[in-house]
Each structure stands twice: as C-alpha cells, then as structure tokens.
C-alpha cells in the first residue's frame, strides 16, 4: 500500500465519519433549480466593462489629440509658406 492509497483511505475514513455526526441535509430542489436559472442568466463584466470603457476612452483621446496636432501642423506649414 503506497502513500496515496493511504490517504484515500483515511480521507474516506474522515467523511465516514463527518457523514455520521453532522446529519447531512437535503436541499430544497426548486431552489436549486431557480438558483441554476438565475445564475445562467446573470452575466458579470463589471470589472471588464470599466477597463474596455477607460481603454476607449484613453484611446479616443489620444486619437483627438493626435487630429488636433496635425490640424496645427497643416496651419504652420500653410503659415510658412
């Protein structure tokens, strides 16, 4: 018997013996039903929302000032000329 069998044996043994004392409940099986419904119909992205709209945001700004930049540039050389 190796190390692992041992272990398996033991942890088997320990749930025996939880299973045994603390009385093992029966869930309500509607709740667990609309319990599964509701969270395949919840969709979670807050986190990822906000870095999408702070990645857009920065780069609409960077796209502003870079037209900006060149609209100035395009007004010098016409200026120079």
């Given at each position: 018997?190796d ?9 088997k ?12 409940i ?56």
């Amino acid at each position: 018997m190796d190390q692992q069998d041992i272990f398996v044996a033991d942890l088997k043994a320990l749930e025996d013996k939880l299973k045994e004392r603390l009385q093992p409940i029966e869930p309500n099986q509607e709740f667990i039903s609309e319990l599964g419904k509701d969270l395949a119909k919840a969709c979670y992205n807050g986190p990822q929302r906000r870095l999408g709209e702070g990645l857009l945001l920065t780069a609409g700004g960077f796209m502003i000032g870079l037209l900006i930049f060149w609209i100035g540039r395009k007004f010098l050389e016409a200026e120079g000329d």
